[in-house]
């Protein structure tokens, strides 16, 4: 069958997350690397679509191509080790502790960082002709963008730093739905239709993914955004990196695991009684 039972993917999540913890820091590095990259790639391509045709549902319905293909090749997001690897924790697999899942968790970092920022540096080049030029239509709204999400939130104080969070939350739950979603199906069209649809959805909405933030804010500072660094780390990143693990775990992982591998008791129906026969109570 194409489409697998709860059981089925949710068992393979929980396979992945232990691979991801044992995995080589050379592999762990370059693919998260590579995973960074083109998730930029594709912020590229959906923030260009927008700007050209002025539809931004247009480019966030384009999005999730970047998505898919970081996927199909096996590459591995922040977000998506946020949800997979505690779960092996959780399970008890031989040999997986919590310094090896945090390992994981920076290596995956410091890889989609460096993969991203590459691609800012070489996108901030094409939009400005090799800095010789004024940012282009789209590399200005690079820096709309980023001015926006950072000190857009900080001029409401905490209740901006909550809804940042909450932002974060959201949108890993809908990208750990599609990292999900990939392990439903064992054919190519059936993973890529299930990863497709939550990851249109937090990107029309505007969610906070820390790994598309590490493209955006990086190109924005570098086409002359009106904010800083550290606008972006306190204002951007951190609270996002945080509300994507709280999103990911809390609404994907430990939901599907409880409730598919890691099940109560089951209640078990009487026997049928017979007339004239009677039956032991257990």
Known sequence: MAYLAPT????????AGEAKIFMSTRDTVIRAFMAGAILALAAVFAVTVSVQTGVPLIGAILFPVG????YLLGFDLLTGVFMLTPLALIDRR?????????RNWGLVFLGNFAGAVTVAVMMSIIFTNGFQTE?????????VIGEAR???????????MLTLFIRGVLCNWMVSTGVVGAMMSNTVSGKVIAMWMP???????????SVVNMFLFPTGLMLGGEFSVLDY???????????????????VGLTLYTTHLRTGPKHRPAPPRTPGINVPAE
């Open 135 to 143: 940012a282009d239509a789209v590399g200005y709204q690079m820096g």
């Open 67 to 70: 998505f898919c293909m970081l």
């Open 150 to 160: 950072t000190l857009g939130y900080a001029e409401y104080g905490a209740a901006g």
């Open 8 to 15: 089925e993917f949710v068992t393979k999540m929980v396979d």
């Open 199 to 209: 990851i249109m959805l937090f990107f029309a909405m505007q969610f906070e993914h």
């Open 94 to 102: 031989p040999g997986v502790t919590l310094k090896g899942v945090l």
């Open 233 to 251: 780390l306190i204002w951007n990143e951190i609270p996002t990196v945080v509300g994507n693990f709280v999103g990911g775990i809390t609404f």
